[in-house]
């Protein structure tokens, strides 16, 4: 952890500018909090108009103190916020952390003012946590630079999980839900507007407190991802799972982010793939990842994604068995000694297969819980186990039931999730140790995301050693022309289709010989990127006196539109059994971002495509493939043969290569259509259009 966010997280003298001695106001809760969960440093309360505040003596002034403090804590708004933070970068203070609103998130004048302080304290070398935030809390030391109401609603236990937000409020919330579940918390931050640390700085300095196991982070937009990612591959390599919100999914919610924390919005498919490339698993809202964090804790990394499913109801079994479908579980073929096993203990009507059913025969005999467990405990075909209990209570040994489940998670070390709805019978099992949940959706989708997210942390990172040396000709238009867009790619391994720039009808007739019929005749000028708009697209030219008069016709609109080098491509006719779309773009955050889908002409009504971050291999391209809504149409229905998949996902790491090659001296490029043969057919890129960086 560095020097700076040690001051903050872990200091020795804290001040209170703008202190209170009630403790309901936003100056009073932080001194009532250190006092109150243990703070062993130095509470400096300043406030001129008092002598003592909150039983500790109060001072009128920073400058009063009788040492420099290393956090302070700045309660008063608008311009006394800003002088404050001049004043505390002037003396020496390592960190601040400003609650005050009315900054970055508001207007532009609010932004040139929060980027004025944000300057002064990085003059003197000060970190600022906030503005506009609800502070910061480490329960592991009692520093609890924040006045968050829900430290009262819900006492605080130190504990391995950390909270990091860039809000405030879902800060409290995901806090609060994990205390009503009994999990103790040590880190709760809030960053604010960000005008300086990031939730992305927090996470990479909360990963190397060693006492923290889970790591759950609410964002807005991701600032700095080079650091995020750096913090992911660290704690990938700890076991430290990361479990992000990130909001603004919709084009209404990212409006909204922009109003709150003064956030930029991010592409939401890019973080998608952001998040997937370093092992970071993402939910939709707090109330998920509080779901799922009992689990992680229990440190279960399965194996794979083989689920059993047992209850005393058939119906229940049906129904764990479509959970496991809805969330990419597999159900397990057990072995026939463990069913034979099985069948020892049940009713000869019971189901030993499966899900296993052991029938209402429980009620009975409470004694079968403790039976079949042990038989399928060992099953080398089980990952995981849910238990669904629809109806226990009266008549039924339900702390027998909890006791045989731990016992049973205790001896297999996998996995296992109770659904249970009845109060009673689910409080029964929580304490004995079992994580129990309402309902199957819950517990099966909970053991779905661990099975998922282990597999992808254990996920190897791609390296790319063989980059090319990508020159983007030089030139006084935004785009290349097609010519020069498909030269640059085959320069770098892309298969693009056969053709032959032409300026004279001589050059058009040769060039029709040279390729054969039919052939697409196009206009091809760097001013114009986008040539069907203006009628300058002809396919299946047929016969070289019509090539003839097509050039003739696309040249006089060309020299219509003042295009200063107009020129005509001719090209093959590629034949394939599928167009696909290879796009890519350079993004001001996340750097070089790749697309790969359906293509054609309905590329934008569709949007069927994957998002995918270099360096990746082939192996992760097919993955994103098969992601797709077409994907049953790449395996080949109704006879047709499988798509040629490899050679699709080959031509789209050469894409990739060369945007990571480039830089930013890409902005994007749009491979439209790419034809794709038949199984073993190959690849070819039709049109390509890739367009400078200014």
Known sequence: MSDLLESALNPKTVAIIGASENIHKIGGRPIFYMQKWGFKGTIYPINPSREEVQGLKSYPSLAALPEVPELVLIVVAGDKAVEAVEECAQRGVKSVVVIASGFGEVDEAGRATQQRMTDAARAKGMRIYGPNTHGLANFGTGAIAGFSTMFIECPPQDGPIAVLSQSGGMSAMVYGLLRQKGLGVRHVHATGNEADVTVSDMAWAIAHDPEVKLLLLYLENIANPEVLARTAEYARSRDLPIIAVKSGRSASGQKAATTHTGALANEDRTVDAFFKKHGIWRVRDPHAQALVAEAYLKGWRPAGNRL????????????????????????????????????????????????????????????????????????????????????????????????????????TGKPVAVAAWQDSVADVFRRAGVATFENEGDAVGVLGQLAAHTRLMKEKSVVWHDLPSVQVPDGQHQYLSEAQSLALLSQHGVPVIQHILCRDEDEIRNAFATLGGPVAVKGCAAQIPHKTEYGLVTLNVRDADRAVQVFREQMQKMRAMKVDDPAVLVAAMAQGRHEFMIGARFDPVFGPVVMVGAGGKYVEALKDYAVILPPFSQEQVLAALNGLRMAPILEGIRGEPPVDVVALSAVTVAVGKIMFAAGSKIASLDLNPVMVGAQGEGAVVVDALIERSV
């Open 308 to 411: 059993v499913v047992i209850s005393n109801s058939g119906a229940s079994c049906v129904m764990g068995a479509d959970a496991a479908e809805d969330n990419g579980l597999q159900m397990a073929t057990l072995a026939q000694s463990t069913q034979q096993a099985v069948a020892k203990s049940l009713p000869g009507f019971a189901t030993t297969t499966n899900p296993i059913d052991i029938t209402a025969a429980l009620l009975s005999n409470s004694g079968l819980f403790s039976e079949v467990l042990p038989a399928v405990a060992q099953d080398p075909s089980a990952d995981m186990f849910f238990i669904n209990i629809p109806v226990a209570g009266a008549g039924y040994d339900v702390e027998a039931f909890a006791r045989d489940t731990a016992s049973f998670e205790k001896q």
